[in-house]
């Protein structure tokens, strides 16, 4: 039976990619532009960053669907095309991946809120969510990520939706997180054990942590997630602040050996899934897997 | 009730986002025939202020924000009509536009600090998001605003934030209205070097600068 990425991640670490958005944009996404939309217009762009990350060495990349939701492309007018764009996305990565290597299909936040901050209900949400991840199921996704979520209601709503729409796909769901003095929490207030908890018993297969805090402050986080689970946990940070030069040149505040740096005391803290997430590159992967490769960070068989 | 009761009432109702607490205090402060700039000042904006430091602490999250603010709108939803009905002019601390840039249709930093800003007692002119840079102008000299305010989350569209204050430079508007920048990729050393007088990095942060540049 073929290998899934699941039984991988009980080998060894498990390499993701780095940021897919930023690469789209160096590669000339015009400002206002929905960069799902480039999956049916430059499909060959997408294409070509996906093969860089595998080239890299990522086991497995996200589709270009973060914003795949008909709720999110509502903003751009293209919320009756969901279902193509994010088929569309998986079809590119398959295209991409080399035998035996990975497809992630991504599921971002919506970028509105549920009842009563917003005017979401969960139907709507999980209807939304649904429809993205079916159709990256039959684009030829291997799993699903539920990535940078801000509220675990929401999250909860995709995971719910990505398990009955793509039975067969095992679901990761990462949150995003600040630090505060009383420990970790999202925009919505949820800390780290709560979160672990409810999305476990939602039948998550590996929970975790991704952008807004840097490779070093990860570790801590990963930490904290250990100490609350014992599934596999997926750690994608960020490489700091961007900060943006008056020549318009965007920098990290974590150098490419900083940021590379923190990935073994991240996988030593117990992530099973690494990868980077803003302002990581291929370069970023390439240290990471080196790293993973010459077998000296080892492999927690905490699961 | 005496009024110190009440005002502490009203600052719990607020803190605590109980929102017929709120309407019910300025119902009793119109009854009883108090200031109502008072009550405002004395009973509600401190609530408002001890929900930003929360928020700032990390105690508070954004449902808790959005419930206090609700509940000062509650509250001002009592008290602003009985002013208008006794001709009392409102006190407002300045008028804000603000609005998320061109090209970035991010808006949940951008409608706390408007909420926030309204809380605290600014008019807020709230553009929505993806905004041409001209269109600030236009607001902000037909209201004839004191503050605008530019958010953008993505590194690309933030460039839009130095791009307007270029802009109102060649419209000989520079120094006219005090600019205040935010968002994920901004930071205190991007809103300097772009000639951006103001700069939060939370929407509690950026009441307190903004007070600061209308000089309160």
């Known amino acids: 039976m073929k290998q899934t990425i699941l039984d991988l991640v009980r080998e060894r670490p498990v390499l993701l990619d780095g940021g897919l958005g930023s690469e789209i944009i160096a590669r000339g996404l015009p400002q206002g532009a929905c960069p799902e939309a480039w999956n049916t217009e430059r499909p060959e762009t997408i294409k070509a960053i996906h093969a860089s990350y595998y080239e890299a060495g990522s086991d497995a990349v996200s589709t270009n669907s973060f914003g795949g939701s008909r709720i999110k492309l509502a903003a751009y007018g293209l919320e009756a095309r969901a279902a193509e764009l994010n088929a569309a996305a998986a079809r590119i990565a398959r295209e991409a991946a080399p035998a035996g290597r990975f497809v992630g299909g991504s599921i971002g936040p919506t970028g509105k809120f549920l009842k009563p901050q917003g005017e979401l209900t969960e139907a709507e949400l999980e209807d939304a969510f649904a429809e993205q991840a079916g159709a990256l199921a039959r684009g030829g996704a291997d799993f699903l990520i539920v990535e940078t979520q801000y509220d675990l209601r929401e999250a909860l709503a995709a995971l719910r939706a990505a398990r009955s729409a793509a039975l067969a796909l095992p679901v990761f769901v990462t949150l995003t997180f600040n630090a505060y003095p009383r420990g970790y929490f999202t925009l919505m207030g949820n800390g780290v054990a709560a979160v672990a908890e409810a999305l476990e018993k939602e039948g998550a297969s590996a929970v975790g942590a991704n952008c807004t805090l840097d490779s070093r402050e990860f570790v801590g986080l990963v930490a904290a997630f250990r100490q609350a689970t014992r599934l596999p946990i997926v750690a994608q940070a960020n490489a700091g602040r961007p900060a943006l030069g008056t020549d318009g040149e965007v920098a990290y505040s974590q150098s490419l050996e900083e940021y590379v740096g923190f990935v073994p005391a991240i996988i030593e803290a117990g992530a099973n899934v690494v990868g980077g997430c803003c302002g990581t590159r291929p370069e970023h992967i390439r240290k990471m897997s080196e790293l993973i490769h010459q077998g000296n960070i080892g492999t927690r068989r905490d699961q | ?216």
């Open chain 2, 1 to 216: 009730m005496n009024k110190e009761d009440l005002y502490r009432s009203m600052r719990k109702a607020i803190v605590e986002g109980d929102k017929p607490a709120a309407r019910q205090m300025a119902l009793e402060a119109v009854r009883q025939g108090l200031d109502l700039n008072e009550v405002i000042d004395k009973g509600y904006v401190p609530g408002i202020q001890e929900v930003g430091d929360l928020w700032g602490k990390g105690e508070y999250f954004l449902p808790e924000l959005i419930t206090s603010a609700e509940c000062m709108k509650a509250a001002m939803d009592v008290l602003q009509p009985e002013m208008t009905k006794a001709n009392v002019k409102s006190r407002s601390l300045g008028k804000v536009v603000i609005g998320t840039v061109e090209g970035d249709i991010h808006d949940i930093g951008k409608n706390l600090v408007a909420s926030m800003l309204q809380a605290n007692g600014f008019e807020v002119i709230d553009l929505g998001t993806d905004v041409k840079l001209e269109r600030f102008i236009e607001k902000a000299e037909a209201v004839g605003a004191d503050l605008i305010c530019l958010s953008a989350l993505l590194t690309t569209t933030m460039a839009n934030q130095k791009k307007f204050i270029d802009l109102l430079g060649t419209r000989g508007l520079g120094g006219k209205y005090k600019v205040l920048v935010g968002g994920a990729p901004a930071t205190r050393k991007w809103a300097e070097s772009i000639g951006a007088q103001g700069y939060a990095e939370n929407a509690a942060l950026a009441v307190r600068e903004a007070k600061a540049l209308v000089g309160r």
